[in-house]
């Protein structure tokens, strides 16, 4: 089993969350700020059985948009903003209560 992180853009959280809860993934969603930009971002949670895992980055690769941001300033080019960040650590347990 798999604890999946997923750091999603605001701009695509709703459509990534409402696809995996569409294919049965449970999910925690948190509010988040971070990155060079200081982009609105969510978290979201789940727990995952590892034959799952590669459709969920599917179902969130199916949901999301690569952004590319406009020239800030004369020294800095064009910014690419990533689809989603992913994070996949092994789970000891996971229960629902």
Same mark, same amino acid.
């Given at each position: 089993?798999? %604890?999946? !992180? !997923?750091?999603?853009?605001?701009?695509?959280? /709703? /459509?990534?969350?409402?696809? %995996?809860? /569409?294919?049965?993934?449970?999910?925690?969603?948190?509010?988040?700020?971070?990155?060079?930009?200081?982009?609105? /971002?969510?978290?979201?949670?789940?727990?995952?059985?590892?034959?799952?895992?590669?459709?969920?980055?599917?179902?969130?690769?199916? $949901?999301?948009?690569?952004?590319? !941001?406009?020239?800030?300033?004369?020294?800095?080019?064009?910014?690419?903003?990533?689809?989603?960040?992913?994070?996949?650590? $092994? %789970?000891?347990?996971?229960?629902?209560?």
């Amino acid at each position: 089993m798999k %604890l999946v !992180l !997923l750091v999603v853009h605001d701009d695509d959280v /709703n /459509n990534v969350a409402d696809a %995996l809860l /569409n294919e049965e993934y449970h999910i925690t969603r948190l509010a988040s700020t971070g990155g060079f930009l200081r982009v609105g /971002n969510s978290l979201l949670l789940c727990g995952v059985e590892d034959d799952r895992v590669e459709p969920l980055f599917e179902i969130v690769r199916a $949901n999301t948009e690569a952004r590319v !941001l406009p020239q800030m300033s004369d020294w800095a080019g064009d910014v690419h903003v990533s689809r989603a960040v992913v994070f996949v650590c $092994n %789970l000891e347990r996971c229960e629902r209560l």
